[in-house]
């Protein structure tokens, strides 16, 4: 969630006093926005949400002039937003918002920002900063082996780059953008729900975290992504069952995707112990034993369709 | 198709005299192979089909010790080959399949022979050589800049890349190798007809020529991909539609494919003149033209299903 609004935005509150948008004041906080936005942390605490907060965000493009305030006024909207939010034991930070878009700000001062927000924050919440690019590119994205960073946040559609990303760097990675569910006429939002689930599964077996989000319109109401409301797509139910079998996954056993492949068998080369396997269908939810006990190099056959997975555990003795 | 047999193959005849497989002189040949492999390149000839003729394959691993018959063998082969096959107005050569998997010859060895076949072909027939790689990888690829190739023979899953290597070296792109639908074990052998299609409609309307293959098992027969026969997958009829699109596209039309995307609707930038637009499924195969004449920046509504194409026609005078 973004402390900063969007250049087009117009909410009811923004985060400094004075007149919104022509006549604000960037060294007075505006405490009627922060006592607003703490309840709607709070809120998500309640109901077992994390609240990952977005510090800058670079899309304002002149138009408030939140993306160059200067470095003094920067630092002290930090430690102003730090003191008061952190508190919130589901606070996660993220300095910025697609930071590379930015063109006030070099990495050096995204650097310098990051450590900032290191020193001033006693709760040691984690933190990361967000990268923005033509999702066809793998650059652009933050050094996330900095010390600093307590985690990788990713914007980018491949989520079978998840492995690459994980031994490159050595810490958790979210994959906070890798399209939304929706038809909206902009290409990160118009991806099918079984496109959006296939997503997840490569991401989450691999051991990433994807992130959700749906941009329907002409439903009546704003895409889910603006404004929230009532979700019309197809992958929450499948994201939920992903959810419970990740969340049961013992350390007897094993998942692999199978994503777009429908081979008719598939051959696993286990250990000389017993296990069992089941079939996973990604997309109909549905856990199916195969008959049979299975050690070592073994064919096993399958339904011949896309999105399944195996799940292969070893038998307790 | 191959000249010489695949390690494992035990075809009737092979090109070489002598006993098949541990008794063969390379230094004599098998005209009774020839004659044989000749009426074949005929047969497609007639039926109006190229023949794009593989010289090396590097897949022997010792078994018949054609990855190794040393230079003055290999110019000799390529001697009688050339000599006897390149008659055929439909045929390519494509010096080898997967010549990166090759370890007795560099790339220096594959130049060598690829300026050898030029000096020695005197129909100039299109010549290239076909790389192999790990599926996820772009290395490996022969440099087709070089001016013995005719064209770029390119094994790769993404075919959104064709945009890449067409800017990169300016001479046709042909895609030999996308994935075959089926369901083989093998991850290159199991993709489903909608995927496969998909790739099809990436390639060809970015100026590529993508190919095809199919490899479902368990059909009573063996594979399509080893033996010919019958074809059983859903992609060949979605194939011919496109191919249809294809040739029948004029130079007052544009061809723009969605893929997976799903837009409610599409915003358009047309010169300022009368266009007529089309929406063409590509997988149910259907031509549904948008009533209204367009022009400028228009936005159009779409079905919102993904595997859709826009035909964009500016109107005749």
């Not at 985060?15 to 948008?21: I, K, R």
């Not at 809120?43 to 160059?68: K, S, T």
């Amino acid at each position: 969630m973004c402390v900063l609004p969007t250049m087009k935005m117009d909410p009811p509150l923004v985060p400094f006093a004075g007149t919104d948008p022509d006549g604000l004041d960037f060294d007075r906080y505006n405490p009627a926005f922060f006592r607003h936005f703490e309840r709607r942390v709070g809120d998500l605490r309640d109901i077992g949400v994390e609240a990952d907060i977005i510090l800058f965000d670079p899309n304002d493009r002149g138009y408030r002039g939140f993306a160059n305030m200067g470095r003094e006024r920067d630092r002290a909207y930090l430690r102003y937003v730090v003191a008061r939010l952190g508190a919130y034991r589901n606070v996660w930070w993220s300095l910025a918002n697609e930071y590379n878009f930015n063109r006030a700000k070099t990495v050096d001062d995204w650097d310098d920002l990051l450590r900032f927000v290191r020193q001033i924050d006693p709760h040691e919440r984690l933190l990361s900063i967000h990268n923005g690019n033509r999702m066809w590119e793998k650059g652009n994205i933050y050094d996330f082996s900095k010390p600093w960073i307590s985690h990788q946040s990713i914007q980018h559609w491949d989520t079978t780059l998840t492995t690459e990303w994980l031994d490159k760097v050595g810490k958790p990675a979210v994959l906070d953008e890798i399209s939304y569910e929706g038809n909206l006429g902009r290409r990160w939002g118009n991806i099918t729900g079984q496109e959006l689930v296939r997503r997840f599964w490569e991401c989450a077996t691999r051991g990433g975290y994807p992130g959700h989000g749906e941009s329907y319109v002409n439903n009546g109401d704003r895409a889910w992504l603006s404004r929230g409301g009532t979700l019309y797509g197809e992958s929450p139910s499948r994201i939920g069952f992903l959810r419970t079998i990740m969340e049961s996954v013992t350390d007897k056993q094993t998942l692999r995707y199978l994503g777009r492949h429908q081979p008719a068998t598939v051959s696993l080369d286990l250990p000389s112990r017993p296990h069992h396997v089941e079939v996973i269908d990604t997309w109909n939810m549905t856990i199916t034993p195969i008959s049979g006990v299975f050690e070592g190099s073994v064919r096993i056959g399958l339904p011949g369709r896309p999105y399944l997975a195996l799940r292969i555990t070893e038998q307790e003795n």
